[in-house]
């Protein structure tokens, strides 16, 4: 399996790792595949994402997405880091192998779990998520 060097460096070097205790919300996805799970934390100032941190637990592509994906929300409003795909995250890492996509996928949805949990908690309601299929 070939890794691009960016998807080496942010898994050599993560950035944005750790909890948040004070976060305003927190996301949290799973993929049966590799056994990844996810964890996004955020804090909103003003619709803006002024802090975030994630926790993963899973392969090496799993935790290079989740480091590149903290770093394209960072300072985006919720729209922006809303509209951010998977094709986003494999763009910045410069590539991923065919079979570790759904790595990406999963960076993908654990922010909308954020992004959903802090609308949730604020009294809106939820966005649509392209990847729900259940409930
Ligand atoms: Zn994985």
């Given at each position: 399996m070939?890794?691009?060097?960016k ?5 050599y070097a993560p950035?944005n790792?750790g909890?948040m205790?004070?976060?305003?919300a927190?996301?949290e996805?799973g993929d049966?595949n ?12 003003e619709?803006v ?7 993963t ?5 799993a935790?290079?997405?989740s480091?590149?994906?903290t770093e ?7 729209e922006?880091?809303?509209?951010l795909?998977?094709k ?6 410069d ?5 570790k996509i759904?790595?990406?996928?999963l960076a993908?949805?654990?922010?909308h779990?954020a ?14 998520d392209?990847?729900?299929?259940d409930n």
């Amino acid at each position: 399996m070939e890794y691009s060097d960016k998807v080496l460096e942010h898994f050599y070097a993560p950035r944005n790792v750790g909890t948040m205790p004070d976060a305003d919300a927190i996301g949290e996805a799973g993929d049966a595949n590799c056994g990844d799970i996810m964890k996004i934390y955020i804090k909103v100032k003003e619709n803006v994402i002024d802090k975030v941190k994630f926790m993963t637990f899973g392969c090496g592509s799993a935790i290079a997405s989740s480091s590149i994906a903290t770093e394209l929300i960072k300072g985006k409003t919720l729209e922006e880091a809303w509209s951010l795909t998977n094709k986003s995250v494999i763009e910045a890492l410069d590539g991923l192998p065919a079979e570790k996509i759904h790595c990406s996928v999963l960076a993908e949805q654990t922010i909308h779990k954020a992004i959903n949990n802090y609308r949730e908690k604020n009294g809106f309601e939820k966005w649509k998520d392209k990847w729900e299929n259940d409930n």
